[in-house]
């Protein structure tokens, strides 16, 4: 039996998801998979070298992978003897922006120096959890489009067919210069606060953290170190509004979207937001949905 790991980090759970959506389709096919959920201590990873399909997930931040993703490709091991190993990507963001296209260029290159050689990229517009919030309506289509979406193209994966998302003109200085976002982030965390007259102490925050930097003492104090990646995973888990995340603040979104809402189109203040860019990225993927339909049809 065929096997596959796909290496995920995810803040909100938007690109969990997805690779969930892909663990079912590639499962359905035949192909063990594993999906490794990637935490501050990177200490005991499995290694690539024991898996047919490797995959690495994460959310985009600021048009660049997470810190973690590029820790993580500096921690696996070169690929042995010169053999080269296939890998693909898998991102979720708020927006179908091209400048997003651009995030993996930076983990792209330290594996490419340890033999590892991307062959396909797919990226899915999932609710946002930073800037402002989608209605329900909005993230329930998302949702459905990726439902239907991402098993296409886990079969493209299966069959190793080239996916490589188009890059844009000074892309790599445009991912350089947001990669600032990274160090500003650790200074950024250590300013966070917590609403004592909302907070009731259920430690969702401090449990929902992946790099373990929150803490809370004996004495009821949250303490907040140097490794945080604005992931927002605190202040989306808090039940009761209670967290602050600093000079991002006013861009915080707290609580579950309803990913199965069936009602009306609800109008949103937000709506002219990247309309366009919205637009085409449905419209190509219903397309593709639709291809795929028929040529099952056909066989």
Known sequence: MSCAIIYVFSGTGNTKKICDLYKAEFEAHGVETTL??????????PSPAAYDFVGFAYPIHGFNAPHIMLDLAKALPKCANGDEKKYFVLKSS????????ISSYKMRAIL????????????YVMPYNMIFRHTDSMAAKMWRTAKELAPVEAREVLDETPHMLKGIPFGHFI?????????????NGRMFKVDK??????????????MGNITR???????????CIMCTRCSFSCPTDAFNIA????????????LDYAGEEQKSKHDWYCKKAYKRYFEAATQ??????QNNDVE
Request: positive net charge.
């Open 36 to 45: 490794f959920e990637l935490k501050g201590d990177l200490s005991s990873l």
């Open 94 to 101: 708020g927006e179908p922006l091209k400048t997003n296209n």
């Open 112 to 123: 490419r120096r340890k033999g590892y050689e991307q062959f396909a990229e797919y990226h």
């Open 175 to 187: 991912a350089w210069l947001f990669r600032i976002e990274q160090p500003a982030m650790r200074v």
């Open 197 to 210: 007259n909302k907070c009731i102490g259920c430690g969702k925050c401090v449990k929902a953290c992946p």
């Open 217 to 227: 003492g004996e004495d009821g104090k949250f303490r907040f170190g140097g490794n």
């Open 247 to 258: 000079l991002l603040n006013s861009w915080r979104i707290n609580g579950k979207y309803d």
């Open 288 to 293: 593709k949905i639709n291809c795929a339909k």
